[in-house]
């Protein structure tokens, strides 16, 4: 959606239905992505039925290596893990902390190497290996950073969907204490570029 057609959409609304329609817009944004992976699985799923009758179809996803550096999101990962275990259907214990190894790299590959030559069962579960991930890796203000960067974020030239996008990926880093819609509405906002769309939901 470009935007001349949300200036559109909101010139025709009052305040109250202009907040929601950007919460609403940002939700669909949120939803976007889980519905795309559930058709992609039920599609693979439906055509795993009819050839591959004897075994559940599984949709291998590709996600990206945590290296244990400050730029890269740990909560980010974990979700893009939990997608990948679950696509995969992954059910065995030992088997999910396996395949979380593997996609680790640089000094966080180094460090789940060096606990395994200490102790084989040093990450035992799931569970296990992703708090002690947290614990080694997550940096103390990692949520502080994202929100001050979600709190100040512009829309700059991008359009709005990849605006709205990076805005959903700064929420996802936010869990301990997310923010609320209306602040999240403000700040969407407040983020556009100056023009109609920016102004009109504060004229007097």
Known sequence: MGIHAVSVMLEALNRDA????I??????ERDAER???ERLRQQKAAAGGSM????PETLKIDISKYRGVEEDSLLRWFVELDDAIRARRIDDGDMQVAFDQSNLAGRAKTWALGLKLHDPY???SLEVFKSRLRQTFEPP???FRALTELLKLKKGKRDVHAYAQHLRHLMSCISSNPV???TLVSVFMQGLADGPVKTHPFRL
């Open 141 to 143: 203000r990692a949520e």
């Open 23 to 28: 919460a609403k817009f940002i939700q669909n």
């Open 35 to 37: 519905e795309k992976f």
């Open 52 to 55: 591959h009758s004897r075994r």
């Open 122 to 124: 040093a990450l035992g």
């Open 180 to 182: 609320d819609e209306h």
């Open 18 to 21: 202009q907040h929601a329609t």
